[in-house]
């Protein structure tokens, strides 16, 4: 992810709601205004903020679609997110919600696996699981000793799911929670299983907030068009 703080990057997850009475405007202004998010969201690029496109279409109240960046700094993150509101689309959507952290170094993993080296880089897979998380104050008073020794159960079993990476981003200060935790894998049977095996690990009692889950399917813009009927 990072190996000092010169390459600090700032990620960003956005969840889009639109405004029910647009799917009521005619299709060509449908695909008016969905061609010109999509155009916004390659001007973003252009800007130097990384951005990935996944659908929530009937996953998730009043959630339809989730936004992936990341950027050098939250500047640009702010000019691509005015865009993306400002545009045919976005002006038609509400921000349900929006999480910020930055990178930084692993404080438990040495050496990160490939599975821990976040998302940045990489093929993408078909699914985004994303949400923040925050541990509580005992928690963070343990012992350094103590809180490595749990956390390599945590990665251990992490370790025996190869087809599912993770991203952790560190929010403290700049957001409420944390951390903001996503992880990408192309199977979701796989990922439940992790998920569920990790509720039996002793880091599990530091958990304070890990909601809400938002799970995204990735999407090119004709594959969204055809679903919003644009």
């Known amino acids: 992810m990072t190996t000092s703080a010169g390459d600090v990057v700032f990620i960003q997850a956005i969840a ?11 299709q060509a202004s449908r695909a008016e205004d969905l061609a010109s998010f999509v155009t916004a969201e390659t001007a973003a690029v252009e800007d130097e903020v990384h951005s990935e496109l996944y659908s929530s279409i009937g996953l998730e109240p009043g959630v339809d679609l989730i936004l992936w960046r990341w950027a050098s700094t939250v500047d640009v993150l702010e000019r691509a997110g005015a865009r993306t509101l400002r545009s045919g689309l976005g002006s038609w959507s509400r921000i349900r919600d929006v999480f910020l952290a930055r990178t930084a170094p692993s404080q438990y993993a040495a050496k990160p696996s490939s599975q821990e080296r976040g998302l940045l880089t990489g093929e993408r897979s078909r699914y985004l699981i994303v949400y923040p998380f925050t541990k509580s104050t005992d928690w963070h008073l343990t012992s350094r000793e103590e809180r490595q020794k749990v956390m390599n159960e945590h990665m251990k079993l992490g370790h025996q799911y190869p087809t599912v990476r ?5 929010s403290f ?20 299983d992790l998920v569920r095996d990790l509720r039996g690990t002793e880091s599990r009692r530091a958990t304070v907030r890990d909601t809400p889950i938002l799970l995204g399917i990735r999407r090119t813009p004709a594959e969204l068009a055809d679903l919003l009927g644009a």
Request: glycine share 12%; proline share 6%.
């Open 16 to 26: 889009l709601g639109i405004d029910p009475e647009w799917r009521r405007r005619p």
């Open 166 to 170: 993770q991203a952790l981003g560190y």
């Open 173 to 192: 200060g700049l957001d409420d929670q944390d951390f903001l935790v996503a992880y990408e894998t192309d199977d979701l049977v796989a990922f439940g």
